[in-house]
């Protein structure tokens, strides 16, 4: 849905949906681990691809829930402790503008 308003290609809307999708204060230190660890936000990406596939809210709180449980399982100091990683509210706020922005074209 965001490639349709953004006009790019899904792997240019993936990128676009980590950025917006993170704590702002995580910016700086995802920059970074972009660079040198990318693997870092395998996670992130993971919830973003499944975010893409939802079909409506409840499909996307299911993965936002299975994201904030893996993390739970799997707690890393800087991922999971400073939140160096994608908001799960934020993406849901993003799906919701989504939608309503095609409701309204």
């Not at 700086?28 to 973003?48: E, G, K």
């Not at 799960?88 to 074209?105: E, M, P, T, W, Y």
């Amino acid at each position: 849905m965001i490639c349709k308003f953004s006009q790019c290609t899904p792997e240019q809307a993936k990128k676009r949906l980590f950025w917006r999708g993170l704590h702002r204060r995580a910016w700086p230190f995802a920059a970074v681990l972009v660079l040198f660890r990318p693997r870092f936000f395998t996670l992130d990406y993971q919830l973003i691809d499944e975010a893409a596939g939802a079909a409506n809210i409840n499909e996307l709180v299911m993965a936002v829930n299975g994201y904030l449980q893996d993390c739970a399982t799997t707690r890393r100091f800087l991922h999971d402790d400073l939140r160096i990683r994608v908001s799960g509210k934020r993406l849901i706020s993003l799906f919701k503008q989504a939608k309503a922005r095609a409701r309204a074209s």
